[in-house]
Structure formats: C-alpha cells, structure tokens
T-cell receptor
Framework: DTGVSQNPRHKITKRGQNVTFRCDPISEHNRLYWYRQTLGQGPEFLTYFQNEAQLEKSRLLSDRFSAERPKGSFSTLEIQRTEQGDSAMYLC?????????????????FGSGTRLTVV | AQSVTQLDSQVPVFEEAPVELRCNYSSSVSVYLFWYVQYPNQGLQLLLKYLSGSTLVKGINGFEAEFNKSQTSFHLRKPSVHISDTAEYFCAVSDSGAGSYQLTFGKGTKLSVIP
C-alpha cells in the first residue's frame, strides 16, 4: 500500500483554462474526500464520495468545479474556466467508513496535494 | 456546525524546550479530534487522534494531546522539541455520530524551533 497518490504535484495554468487533478486513494478505503487549502488557512472541505456516489458538496464547490469517482476507485477534480481565486493546494484524503472494523483504525490519510497556480 | 480555534498562529520555541499548541473546538454533537502536521509543500500527516476511551492520547514523534470535554479543548504537547519539529500544525474535528465525517480544521499554528 503506497498511501494516497495525487497527480500532478504542481500545475500552472492561464486564467480561463480547464484543469483536471487525479487522486488514487488507499485501495481498501471506500470514502474519498477533496479539500482546498489557501495560503495561511487550514484545509476546507469541498466534497466526498462513498464508493462511486458523491454524497455531499460544499457551497465552496461552484458550478465550475466537478468531481467524479468512476467505479469507486480513483477520483478526478476538474475546474473549468479557472480564475486566479482558484489558486490553492487541492488535497485528497481517503478513509474507511466509520463504524466498520475497529474504531481505533478509523482515520484519514491525505495525499501530498496538487498545488494550482492560475496566472 | 463545528468550528476549531487554534489560539496561536505562530509559536517560537528553543530546541529541547517543551511546547504546547492550543486547540479549542465548538460542536453540538460528540466529536472525533485530530492533530495533523504539514511540512512545506506537503500534504497532511496524522500526529494523533482521539476517538474514544482515554483522554490522554499519544502520537508519533513524541507528541501527546489531552481531550478535555468540559473545556472543549484538545491541546498538543511535546516535552522536548527538535529542529525537525519545525512545521505547521493543524487541529481538526469531525462529527462522530454519522454523516460525512468531514474534517473541520483550524487555521494552523506555525511552530518554529530555534537552535
């Protein structure tokens, strides 16, 4: 198990372009989360999946953002018509469903993130 | 809704001295509590977590934290810090009952260890 993998690590794009990020979670984890972290702030929740179903979306996730998790494995986060305000670190995390297995095993594992810079 | 307040944005401390990073939370339901560490341009690494049971939780790298329900606090401590502990530390809370279990984070505390 190599943990949560995110690609690319860095992305520089021009304003108005579309970008897509990928997250590969820990294979045994059926929950996958996306967070956004701007400079000087803690991560903020964007959305999460349980298996392939997207169960909740934050109001931070404007209609320019779309996330998918086909077949309940990897996930993609796409931002259309990027704006300078989208510049941030995008973090992916996975976890098992709380209540399944030992409570002591519950927790999130985060990837290294994708840093997006919109110029 | 839940919220997390990390009372200090920056904490400088000399090497081998003790440190305490403070965290208070607000929630109307039972919670799980976490501390994460983030090194520059990296993701978040779990230091420790409180899920249930003993209120004193020990984590990696010699860190520990104590859950105080009456004071709604979860302060992080280390008796003797090293240069390698220089990083940003985030306290986070999630609902323990049901739902998304999404994490709500504080704004972080930058720990600077001075040689």
């Amino acid at each position: 198990d190599t943990g949560v993998s995110q690609n690319p690590r860095h992305k520089i794009t021009k304003r108005g372009q579309n970008v897509t990020f990928r997250c590969d979670p820990i294979s045994e984890h059926n929950r996958l989360y996306w967070y956004r972290q701007t400079l000087g702030q803690g991560p903020e929740f964007l959305t999460y999946f349980q298996n392939e179903a997207q169960l909740e979306k934050s109001r931070l996730l404007s209609d320019r953002f779309s996330a998918e998790r086909p077949k309940g494995s990897f996930s993609t986060l796409e931002i259309q018509r990027t704006e300078q305000g989208d510049s941030a670190m995008y973090l992916c995390a996975s976890s098992a469903v709380p209540g399944q297995g030992l409570v002591s095993d519950y927790g999130y594992t985060f990837g290294s993130g994708t840093r997006l810079t919109v110029v | 809704a839940q919220s997390v307040t990390q009372l200090d944005s920056q904490v400088p401390v000399f090497e081998e001295a003790p440190v305490e990073l403070r965290c208070n939370y607000s929630s109307s339901v039972s919670v799980y509590l976490f501390w994460y560490v983030q090194y520059p341009n990296q993701g978040l690494q779990l230091l420790l977590k409180y899920l249930s049971g003993s209120t004193l939780v020990k984590g990696i790298n010699g860190f520990e934290a104590e859950f105080n329900k009456s004071q709604t606090s979860f302060h992080l401590r280390k008796p003797s810090v090293h240069i390698s502990d220089t990083a940003e530390y985030f306290c986070a809370v999630s609902d323990s009952g049901a739902g998304s279990y999404q994490l709500t984070f504080g704004k972080g505390t930058k720990l600077s260890v001075i040689p």
